[in-house]
């Protein structure tokens, strides 16, 4: 069975701070997604980034980074010089390959970060 | 923008009224879905659309009916809720044919049981 572990409940940083975001994940698929979504107040889920199991370079979108280990089997997102408009709650997902032509994700328990003036 | 549309964004019903969710996407997507998310937690899958048949049904109880007339909308009828049933219920949708995988989500249904 899947799972995706964000050890996170909750993390309060200042502006400017940088912070990571923690994610493990647990799969017995050789092929699979992962994802990470942030969820601002208003209740969207707004996708920010998806990486394929055979793809561990690691990415960054401007203050927005992600390190992908599948040593460890961890997907961490990390944020340079943090903004108010970053406070959300982040989740952490986990899709198996996709032959059934649908994605089922699997959602850690969400972590949210509070970023205050 | 998002570009997976949901209405209405608030209601609040009694537990012996019947209401419906709608949910659009025009980005060609056969993939949709219904998502319910109580307060701090992680969305739960209930239903899963494939090429307008249903895919997925996550042992949703029957007062949750879901219907999806065409490739770009996707219903919820409400009957008989529970107060327990309140919570903010997500629309999403993905293509079905690659490896991409990303679902766009809506920006949900808050939903009130009285």
């Known amino acids: 069975a899947q799972k995706v572990t964000q050890a996170q409940t909750e993390i309060s940083v200042v502006e400017k701070e940088d912070v990571t975001l923690d994610c493990v994940y647990e799969?017995?698929?050789?092929?699979?997604?992962l994802f990470w979504y942030k969820q601002p107040p208003s209740g969207e889920l707004v996708f920010l980034i998806r990486r394929n199991s055979f793809d561990e370079q690691n990415e960054i979108s401007g203050r927005y980074s992600w390190n992908f280990q599948k040593s460890t089997s961890s997907f961490n997102f990390t944020i340079t010089a943090s903004q108010v408009v970053d406070s959300a709650v982040y989740f952490c997902?986990?899709?198996?390959?996709?032959?059934?032509?649908?994605?089922?994700?699997?959602f850690g328990k969400g972590t949210m970060l509070l970023v205050s003036p | 923008d998002t570009e997976v549309t949901q209405t209405p964004k608030h209601l609040v019903m009694g537990m012996t009224n019947k209401k419906s969710l709608k949910c659009e996407q025009h980005m060609g997507h056969r993939a949709m879905y219904w998502y319910k998310q109580k307060a701090k937690k992680p969305p739960e899958l209930m239903f899963v659309?494939?090429?307008?048949?249903?895919?997925i049904n996550e042992s949703v109880p029957s007062r949750f009916s879901p219907e999806c007339p065409n490739s770009s909308l996707l219903n919820l009828h409400l009957h008989a809720l529970q107060p327990e049933d309140s919570a903010l219920y997500l629309c999403?949708?993905?293509?079905?044919?690659?490896?991409?995988?990303?679902?766009?989500f809506g920006e949900g249904s808050r939903l009130t049981v009285l």
């Open positions: 799969t017995r698929d050789t092929t699979y997604y």
């Open positions: 997902a986990l899709s198996e390959d996709m032959d059934s032509g649908y994605s089922t994700l699997t």
């Open positions: 999403a949708s993905s293509q079905v044919t690659g490896d991409t995988g990303e679902l766009f």
């Open positions: 659309y494939s090429y307008e048949k249903l895919s």
